[in-house]
């Protein structure tokens, strides 16, 4: 099973690094990171770099295909070579799907036309400009597409997909293998819970992140 997470300038680390780690795991995986030249690609605040073993060429017919999010979304909403090699990749998946604002490149290669989905809580209009119905949860199923909300979100799409993939116990040994067990310090992580305050410092904090 050869599940492909492609990179591009400024993507979101977690949102790649999140689902790997799940999706790694499952039995017969196969996890391959592609962009545009192999080599390293930078995350969006700069600081680190991942690296794609493969170019989109050489990748166009996995059988999951996960779009992490970032602020380097933007420009390939008009990027029809990216946008072509999504739609491609989707035609031969047997699952598609994003984290974060990932979902906005599913939208614009409409793929998304109509369809329930989720992103980050800040990219929700542009969401909806691309044709798609926003929805405030944490993960959204529709058929073999499923989209995961911002950032973090994107380990509990991870492991709702390991669970249609693998079934409900491989999905929870996964989850027990990592600890995942989020017991936050603080509950400010969506905008309805967060303080003013939070929400005022929320776009420096971000740096960068889309």
Avoid: N
């Amino acid at each position: 099973m050869q599940i492909a997470i492609p990179l591009y300038e400024r993507f979101t680390a977690l949102d790649a690094v999140g689902p790997y780690e799940v999706l790694s795991r499952l039995p017969g995986a196969e996890v391959i990171f592609v962009a545009a030249q192999r080599g390293p690609v930078r995350t969006d605040t700069k600081m680190l770099a991942m690296t794609a073993d493969a170019t989109f060429d050489e990748v166009r017919a996995p059988d999951v295909l996960m779009l992490p999010g970032g602020f380097g979304t933007r420009p390939l909403l008009t990027d029809e070579a990216m946008l072509d090699w999504v739609r491609g990749a989707h035609e031969a998946s047997e699952w598609t799907t994003s984290v974060c604002t990932g979902s906005l490149l599913l939208a614009a290669a409409g793929l998304l036309d109509g369809l329930e989905a989720t992103t980050h809580w800040a990219a929700a209009g542009e969401l909806e400009a691309l044709g798609a119905r926003y929805v405030e949860r944490r993960v959204v199923e529709q058929g073999r597409i499923v989209t995961g909300a911002g950032v973090s979100a994107g380990i509990d799409m991870a492991l709702t997909l390991a669970a249609r993939i693998a079934g409900d116990d491989i999905a929870q040994a996964i989850q027990l293998y990592m600890e995942y067990d989020p017991q936050p310090p603080f509950d400010s992580g969506s905008p309805a819970k967060a303080p003013e305050s939070v929400l005022a410092i929320a776009p420096s904090a971000a740096r960068g992140r889309g």
